[in-house]
């Protein structure tokens, strides 16, 4: 029983990427690959070899999975949209959803592919159902047949294949139209748009934020994420309007002292970012920057909760 219990064991981080997968919150991950591990060895007795057990906790997770979304039912944010023409027109709340959560680079581990935890990925299959998102997963992600997949949703085939068509058709509608111009990992170019990005916060330089924006650059934030204190989430779209939207803590009475940590975020670079208030640092939000030909083309920002997952504090001093 001991052997059973350090193989099931050595499967923990995998699974917990795949629980966050279906997720879209890290906390949540953590649990369900409890739950999964122990469903596991209640149900040792039943594992009779045929499948590997890879196979075989991957379907217990997903299940499991399944079973959490069920009892605890979630709805997208519903985005009151402004006439078809109107120069206010905003995207739709791919991002800002309130339980979707970044998780740092190295959590997530070199072998895992980039583009299936990446923000927008996660984000997009929130639009699906619980279980088409199962198993657009299985299928396309961890490669299972629509035989294998079937077994473990149990269903048929011909039903997997079905979802998985529709799945893949919504999530066009939800991803960004031209993935293939982000920048590549930690290439030279986009650390140069970082570094600048960084030093136009911490000095007030309007122009240089400007400039480092696209012209149809997407903003987001979290309830309780930059300075955004709804209980909804919120998104905007356009250099203009981010400009507009950034000058009072960047000019005037109101401008507030920035100091900026780098890190990582689900494959994309991310600033941990704080404000001056009291005599200290006290953390402001999490941006995560998706940048495509040298320019910032979307900042997704958390509310400071998940700055425990990077291991920064709530408060620095001014040093």
């Not at 916060?201 to 955004?228: K, Q, T």
């Not at 920057?289 to 997704?300: C, D, K, M, N």
Request: charged share 25%; hydrophobic share 45%; aromatic share 8%.
């Amino acid at each position: 029983m001991t052997d059973f219990a350090t193989d099931t064991e050595t499967h923990r981080h995998e699974l917990r990427v795949h629980c966050y997968r279906l997720l879209g919150s890290f906390d949540e991950a953590e649990d369900l690959v409890q739950e999964t591990l122990l469903r596991a060895w209640r149900g040792r007795g039943t594992y009779d070899g045929r499948a590997s057990l890879r196979a075989w906790l991957y379907r217990i997770a997903t299940n499991a999975c399944l079973d959490h979304l069920a009892a605890h039912p979630r709805e997208l944010p519903v985005l009151d949209l402004p006439s078809a023409g109107s120069s206010d027109l905003a995207p739709r709340p791919d991002v800002a959803v309130p339980w979707l959560q970044p998780v740092p680079d190295d959590v997530l581990g070199e072998v895992v592919a980039r583009e299936t935890v990446e923000l927008a990925f996660l984000a997009a299959i929130q639009h699906l159902s619980p279980r088409r998102r199962a198993a657009v997963v299985l299928r396309d992600v961890l490669g299972w047949s629509a035989r294998e997949t079937a077994a473990a949703l149990e269903t048929t085939p011909a039903s997997i294949n079905t979802a998985v068509l529709q799945a893949r058709a919504a999530l066009k509608e939800h991803l960004p139209e031209r993935r293939t111009d982000w920048s590549a990992e930690g290439s030279a170019e986009e650390r140069t748009v970082v570094a600048r990005y960084m030093a136009a916060l911490v000095e007030h330089d309007e122009a240089a934020f400007a400039s480092l924006l696209r012209e149809d650059v997407r903003c987001s934030h979290a309830p309780g994420a930059g300075g955004h204190v709804g209980a909804e989430p919120t998104w905007y779209v356009g250099r203009e309007t981010v400009l507009e939207g950034w000058a009072p803590a960047l000019r005037g009475p109101d401008a507030v002292a920035f100091h900026v940590l780098a890190t990582r975020a689900n494959g994309l670079p991310a600033l941990a970012t704080y404000v001056r208030l009291d005599g200290e640092f006290r953390a402001f939000g999490l941006n995560v920057l998706r940048i495509a030909r040298g320019h910032v083309a979307e900042v997704t920002t958390f509310a400071p909760v998940v700055f425990e997952l990077f291991d920064f504090p709530q408060t620095l001093p001014l040093d």
